[in-house]
């Protein structure tokens, strides 16, 4: 309290209001000095909350599960309708009648199983001497046979030296004229000059490396065990080689046809070259895989190494296709004018479900993840339509809950922590969001870009094996052999069979790049599908 003394009462007054204005102004800056802080506190708490959410995912990533498979039930499943109630009735074994009782058929999984493996009927008799009756002595007589059990037996691969000689004939007739005329056996083409390399050979080498993710110097050990000792240098300089010879050419071919179609997949991802020229040792190289649609007749998939991941690259692959194009919404594919951008539900859908990660009480997110999840499911049910059935059902069916979604998620995006998971989700969606729906315009399209993500998945595998390419020579023969691995797979070929043929008949061609005579070992060609057809579809 200010201290009167000798101040009159005007003095007093005057001292009263200046330490009153100085309070009030002190006040005021403490208000602000306040605002402020709360400002830097909130500020401070939206960076804390996307730190936290960063920090979830991550652990998520690294010690949780991958699966982004979700149930429909659930109080927040706003789909949750009779129809996933209803499951069909489970079928049930065949059956049929038996002196007036029903039998179920006593086939097993286990059948199943074995049924195209070649079976050998292994009879356990008794030595003639021991075929008399142990209480008369009398000689025994075959009464049939008990079956006991079945196994499986593993019968090791063995090598085999084959010798070429090649017959001379000669006619006797001009020989006595002095006019000797010779012939000689037809002996077919080499598949590298100067090499113990078979179709066999190779074939088994690129089957290993590229369907198992068998890196070479795992593959020297088992040639080594069968007694050839075959060196990771000679393998590698193999597959280079018939890469370069044989399989690029036919690559190319099978580039013809994909473009021909009105549909194509993309997707990329890295790789390492040590040897590759101006870059630095840090950069990536990239395996960029490309192929026509999930429902085209003939698939196709072609792998093509590049050391950028620029939009250029895409871009003079097509040269000048202007059919539909399905990628993950990557940047870089804007350059990519001429075509009709299809982007992936599913990494959409994906945007939505890490947000759950880091917030499972996220109601915002689920019921996001709910409306994609919805789609999947009426797209799931449409597959085995025709192109002119599947596209009228999408608008029947799909494109009301597809326009539900915008409605929703214009009214609920706002109301959202700028720069969480969530906001990120629905700001990577409105700015794709004519992209999205555009699967919309023909029954070939599809919702997502799966397709091309499996088809680029076996490459990954490998790469975790082997984990780098030395040269770019070995990145490309890489990129050849992927190829027809992928499409011989996509056609339902055994992969061997199919590399072993093309590795046969190629260097007897006189032409390789004629593309009519390439055509007759196309996968979908009759006469290769019953030659390469897999073991499961063999009997």
Not at 128 to 156: L, N
Not at 298 to 313: A, C, F, Q
Not at 414 to 424: A, F, L, Y
Request: aromatic letters at 12%; proline letters at 4%; glycine letters at 4%.
């Amino acid at each position: 309290m200010l201290e009167r003394g000798n101040m009159t009462d005007a003095e007093y007054i005057n001292a009263l209001q200046s330490q009153l204005k100085k309070a009030n102004d002190e006040k005021k800056k403490l208000e602000k000095e306040k605002e402020a802080l709360t400002v830097k506190v909130a500020c401070l708490e939206k960076d804390n909350h996307i730190y936290i959410e960063a920090l979830i995912l991550c652990k998520r990533k690294i010690y949780g599960s991958s699966s982004e498979q979700t149930t429909v039930s659930g109080q927040l499943n706003f789909f949750n309708e009779a129809e996933y109630e209803y499951t069909e009735k489970s079928e049930e074994p065949v059956s049929k009648e038996v002196k007036g009782y029903t039998r179920k058929n006593p086939k097993t999984k286990r059948d199943e199983l074995i049924k195209n493996i070649e079976t050998e009927i292994i009879s356990c008799d008794l030595p003639d001497k021991e075929q008399f009756c142990p209480s008369c002595g009398s000689e025994m007589k075959s009464a049939g046979k008990k079956y006991v059990r079945e196994e499986v037996e593993y019968i090791p691969a063995k090598l085999i030296v084959k010798k070429y000689y090649s017959t001379t004939y000669v006619c006797k007739k001009c020989e006595k004229q002095n006019k000797p005329v010779f012939l000689h056996g037809f002996v077919p083409a080499p598949l590298l000059p100067h090499s113990l390399a078979s179709a066999s050979t190779v074939a088994w080498v690129m089957y290993q490396k590229y369907v198992n993710a068998m890196p070479l110097y795992r593959q020297e050990k088992e040639w080594e065990r069968l007694g050839y000792a075959l060196t990771r240098s000679t393998m590698a300089n193999w597959v280079i080689q018939c890469s370069e010879y044989y399989l690029s050419a036919f690559v190319n071919r099978l580039k013809i046809e994909m473009l021909s179609d009105g549909v194509m997949h993309c997707d990329e991802t890295y790789l390492k070259v040590l040897k590759e020229q101006e870059v630095s040792s840090e950069s990536k190289q990239y395996m960029w895989v490309y192929r026509n649609g999930k429902y085209s007749q003939h698939p196709v998939v072609i792998y093509d190494y590049n050391k950028s991941r620029s939009g250029e690259v895409p871009k003079k692959f097509i040269g000048e296709y202007k059919g539909y194009f399905h990628t993950d919404g990557y940047a870089g594919y804007n350059k990519l004018s001429n075509v009709t951008h299809c982007y992936c539900f599913a990494h959409l859908r994906r945007k939505f479900h890490e947000a759950i990660l880091v917030d499972e009480a996220d109601i915002i997110a689920k019921t996001a993840r709910d409306y994609c999840d919805k789609l999947f499911q009426i797209e799931s049910e449409l597959e085995s339509m025709t192109t002119e059935e599947r596209y009228n059902e999408r608008l029947t069916r799909e494109k009301p809950v597809f326009e539900a979604f915008w409605s929703w998620a214009e009214k609920v995006a706002p109301t959202t922590i700028p720069k969480s998971k969530i906001n990120k989700a629905f700001e990577y969606a409105f700015k794709r969001r004519t992209e999205f729906g555009n699967y919309f315009l023909d029954g070939r399209c599809s919702i997502s870009n799966n397709i091309a993500e499996n088809s680029i998945r076996p490459f990954t595998v490998g790469r975790k094996n082997w984990l780098f390419s030395d040269t770019p020579n070995g990145a490309k023969a890489s990129a050849n052999t992927y190829s027809i691995v992928e499409t011989a797979k996509a056609n339902g070929l055994d992969v061997f069979k199919y590399l072993e043929l093309l590795l046969m008949v190629l260097p007897n061609m006189k032409s390789i790049s004629n593309s009519d005579i390439l055509g007759e070992i196309l996968p979908w060609n009759e006469k290769v599908k019953k030659i390469c057809a897999s073991a499961s579809d063999s009997k």
